[in-house]
């Protein structure tokens, strides 16, 4: 493992946290504000597109794709996005101003490596410009989802459409206004073996029988304005032309789909807590009880110093899980993607709890990031599958490789 | 210690449980939808009034209150409301039903014992009668309010009246429209001994000058229709018979107000964590995955067997200290109230935390109690004190116990 | 539940915490002096003997029997020999003075309860007047015996002999050169059902063919004089005569003697962690670095105030225990009963670490009872069945009854 | 960071692996059975001379110098020798062959970095090549030693000699029949500064008045023939030439000594749980209980899965600390080496615990290197200061690094 950083990434860091600070930290407050308010359920933040522009113009754009496209993104590495992401995470919504933020990130990837040239001229290029929003539509109410063969949405061929039916939750992005286009996960073949019965087809959102039955709370956050949808899809029809790679193919399209998104939100997840640790950080060297400033209590140093532990070792943990996969590619890396999917939401809670405590009632209340963060960590031990179920397969894989 | 119920006891247990099954259980979706609902913030679910109507003629009204008041309340001991308060967790806004939901019951205790005859009938009667609702203000945004001696909020005499400057935050209760009186701590004296500078006011809540800055959410609960606010005091003027037992003994009826607090906080957690478990074996007994239903997974079994450890080590602790309040008072039951405001809740967020993870996305969504039970239960590991101060005494007390 | 003491038991506590004072504790140092140094090897102390008769003629013997023996004991029920055993706790090797260590407790119990006249004749007789020790043969280290029908010791029926052939270990007591008894557990008849395929022989320890192999160490003690032995049993010859209630029923009886034992350890698991409590806090209060006594800084008051909210949450579960093994058998507890076995050694584990870092170096070594207590902690985690396996059946048992 | 390792490095690593294979492995029951057998205490195992020697020849010698000696040493930096740590771990025993152990390796580089051409001559030399063995006379059995201010031994000058008084314990390596020398660290000059009373000298384990009281166990374990010494030091006497670097330095030695030291500890501790690791998993594979081998119960597969996250992101924190060590020298990295000195005794505590677990009774017996593993990582979250300091200097360091 190399993690030196070369001059073009110290570069990116530079600009980006530059524009974090000039742009992003002093409305911070500002937008909190707006997107909390219930009045403003669903709509967007006006001064986003301006963010967005002005990211755009500044190169620091699609930072995520692994390839470049013409000036549209820089075709950085995993290892090379990640402190990028770290610095993303700091404040929730602050991807999208990069046109990095989830589930679009995926979803393009997808489109790039797996879309037709027609889906990509349709569907990737107004994504990448971030002109849409799309949704990935996957998890389903009545099963367990982490197990994929359990997805009970059928997508049946009728001439020359496909007819979907099915009921889909936790579809983020799903609520925005500006979301367009979705990916659907369901069943072609349920006859087919355990992993070819799945398929992918592009589903616009103003399709006819597509129907959004309510926005779900994350505890009590709505996420606006993406959201998390609960979706009805009664006889949804769309064109054959509208599958992704070829029929049965769903499961190796979600397999090649999650190796990346997880270094982003394991990044994501790092700089919450490193955000979490620097307010607790300040907090405890201004708050006074009985006498003492909090920092000289021995107990609050112990819980700063063991945040500094977990995320130090998180943060590397994800780095080198971003080489391997830069280096040997998604399949060779599943264990250690397994690991940090498993380690850094855990990791995070335990650092952003630790904030929230410190901050007392106010950690818990809308004036600082740290309930929205934790709430958003705790959504990842179960969004791309839940921790056992990473566990599930990484003991097996361990066990197999050392009892041999 | 005795934990065995009396007839009397297990009689209002049967009838408490039996009211819960008829009249709340099959509402509390609808309950639940109407609350959570934006647009219903700050209104009082519609059917909330005839339930407590029901109740109180059911004779389960006030039972939180250890001295019988008519028929307005039977007069049960700690001891014996525990095992009720418990049944009251199972659903977070059930407690009101019963007239036992704080910060009224602790609002009531104050004024029951230490209130004035004309304090009594002027705000005691309408509460213990669940016409208005009450909040109490003690916590400031601008210090660390568990240490009550940086309390700033001022009231100053001027003639017949108290005048009152402060700024106070958190207060529960505060932006429901039925609040209509406010305990409020502020300094009298702040140059008289550390714990005599502290006095209890009575204040309206419509008095001229008390300002309602915002309603604050927890994680992003709004707790409708309470809420908690931030609220300001500005030159806020009170008529000196305001005074809740005289000057300087705000600080001593504080810690009158708070051991049976503690122990209602703590058997309403026992109650949450309780039907968390239930839930989760209902969950695993029903969810299959990569082809074993959940409760056959020896690591979904070891959750659960955990939790039932754990909720039952509280639930016992929790009785010896209400029955330790009983026999021997607030203060020589200091350590064990201690105790088990730092058990109880952390237990309930370990127990419901694993029901959430066992329910996938349903858990952490709208669904299932859970979500809130956790908030509700996180706040607790600060309200009233957090977690430290505590144990900052209660270390102290142990040590000095056998280090003698 | 009822926990309050009898005056029958609060004087036999104030008579074992006088016999504690006056007698043990002032010859602990010396004691374990004696036990630690490797040239005293399976040598009982030598005062052990008059301490033990002066314990029966205080009428301090076993304390641990249900059932009144004449003189021999008081008959006390489980919640009350629980306090009692606490106080033994506190030094290891302190309830052989009482009579009541195990293994001895446990076979004495088996042998009351299902012995022969002549058994009880020949072998109870004198266990119960101290005379002799015994060993328990179970575990075998080729299968995880925790599984107990996965033992494979055959005891096979020739003649008016059965005869014997296995391999032992983890037979605690089986150092002991005063040690002339075993309870062996094997197979009679492998083909029967799962639980019906084990019976259980007294075995004498000078029979030919039992050969003690080696004394097991724990982490690196041999708890000398019992040790803990690996036995081989090389066509060991016994008469029907010694075979326990019938054949097939070796099971049934080991179930039997599980529930109280399992009291027994977890009450001496309390008193350990109560007086590894008790050393933290004298600790705590003396040592002084970098300008400040231990007990001033906010993290060791925490460490002993989590301690002290752990015991007491264990010893009021444990008593629960016992109260309910003695209102409604062991059958009826096991649930309870496997709780209290997974809670009390993983709190004694947790209690006295925390003593043991308070000491550093100190606490590691041989001058404080705390490296022993850990290690006789650990292996309970282990002995009489792995937590796993508890907390296999207990949450088998608790989906069982919530999900109907 | 760079952590890729050279083709010197990665021969080196290879080179090793295969020393252990071969000479190392096939006879660690022979020689445990050996150092355990209490008729050898303080006896070395015979072959261990010989097989010096070999590693000698091979090169495999004093892996640990960061300076070549000659032939004597390869002089690889902190980065380089970390993983050959690791291997080391793997036997407790092992390091020694390689002249790679604690407490040589830090009094050789005491001698190496600030011993005068003498010292060096008399001392370093025969320690470098195996002739003989040392001790470092640090903690206190009064004092809490790890506050060096409070050590109270005296070292005073009288006439060309200093005069040592003092008692010292847990001097490792001072039962050993081969420990020739010892560095003592003392006070010259209560008076001076903090940091400035403090001074090393050598002091010759033969000089009377130096009085080895006894040994000490850890837990069980008298770690021969090493040991564990308790000394008394009554007017021990030695030329002035004995003083290292000068009066008043012994801190400042202390410091420079311990960076280093603590890199060795912490990859010898991953190696232990990486071998743990390995254990359980392979125990994992064989065991069977109720009808299915350990590794299909998904809780097993979590304890093995968690490990393999605590081992990979502790080993990522240590190369970066020594790495860091590298490039900018123990000062400025000196909250990374607190960070590893927290975290990988705590990770291997807790990997080693779950290995033990999974054999059952044998985990805690003499048969595995388990048991004696977590004796050896449990003395390390004591020696070289315990967590609770490292945690307080790290705390203020991190809070100050953030607040300003």
Redesign the interface.
């Known amino acids: 493992?190399?993690?030196?950083y070369s001059e073009k990434i110290i570069d990116l860091q530079e600009r980006l946290t530059s524009f974090f600070d000039t742009h992003i930290l002093p409305v911070e407050r500002e937008v909190n504000e707006f997107l909390?308010h219930?009045d403003n359920?669903w709509k967007p933040w006006p001064g986003m597109e301006s963010l967005k522009q002005k990211a755009k113009e500044e190169g620091l754009w699609n930072l995520f794709l692994p390839k470049a496209y013409g000036d549209l993104s820089p075709g950085l590495s995993n290892l090379e996005y990640a402190p990028l992401a770290e610095i993303m995470g700091r404040i929730l919504w602050s991807s999208e101003i990069f046109n990095c933020s989830a589930p679009d990130t995926g979803n393009m990837e997808v489109l790039a490596k797996y879309g037709s040239k027609d889906q990509q001229k349709q569907w990737l290029a107004p994504l990448l410009n971030g002109d849409v929003r799309s949704a990935f539509l996957m998890?389903e109410?009545q099963?367990?989802?982490?197990?994929a063969t359990?997805i009970e949405t059928s997508i049946v061929s009728d001439g020359n459409d496909y007819v979907i039916n099915g009921r889909k939750?936790?579809s983020s992005g799903g609520m925005n206004p500006n979301c367009k286009i979705a990916i659907v996960m369901g069943k072609t073949d349920p006859q087919a073996p355990r992993h070819q019965q799945q398929s992918m087809v592009l589903v616009p959102m103003n399709s006819p029988g597509l129907k959004i039955i309510r926005p779900?709370?994350?505890?009590?956050?709505?996420d606006s304005p993406e959201g998390?949808a609960e979706i009805l899809l009664e006889n949804v029809r769309v064109p054959k032309e509208n599958l992704i790679l070829g029929e049965g193919r769903g499961f190796e399209i979600a397999q090649g789909r999650l190796g990346p998104g997880r270094i982003h939100h394991c990044m994501r997840l790092i700089g919450m807590a490193q955000r979490s640790?620097?307010l607790m950080?300040?907090r405890?060297?201004?708050?006074?009880?009985?006498g003492k400033t909090?920092?000289d209590?021995?107990?609050?140093?112990?819980?700063?110093?063991?945040s500094?532990?977990d995320i130090?070792?998180?943060r590397?943990?994800t780095l080198?899980a971003a080489d391997k996969m830069d280096k040997f590619g998604n399949k060779l890396s599943k264990?250690?993607i397994?690991?940090i999917k498993?380690?850094a939401p855990k990791m995070a809670l335990k650092v952003i709890d630790r904030a929230?405590?410190i901050h007392?009632?106010?950690?818990?209340?809308?004036d600082t990031p740290l309930?929205?963060f934790?709430?958003a960590a705790?959504?990842l031990?179960?969004?791309d599958g839940?921790?056992?179920?990473?566990?599930?397969q990484?003991?097996?894989s361990?066990?197999?490789?050392?009892?041999e």
């Open positions: 493992m190399n993690f030196d909390y219930p359920l998890t109410p099963v367990a989802s982490s197990d359990n939750w936790w779900l709370s994350v505890f009590g956050f709505y998390h640790l620097e950080s300040k405890a060297s201004e708050r006074i009880a009985f909090f920092k209590y021995s107990s609050i140093r112990q819980e700063i110093a063991k500094q532990c130090e070792q998180a590397l943990l080198s264990d250690l397994a690991m498993v380690v929230m405590q007392g009632g106010k950690g818990v209340g809308p309930a929205h934790f709430v705790r959504m031990r179960l969004a839940p921790d056992e179920v990473h566990m599930y990484l003991g097996k361990i066990i197999k490789k050392y009892a």
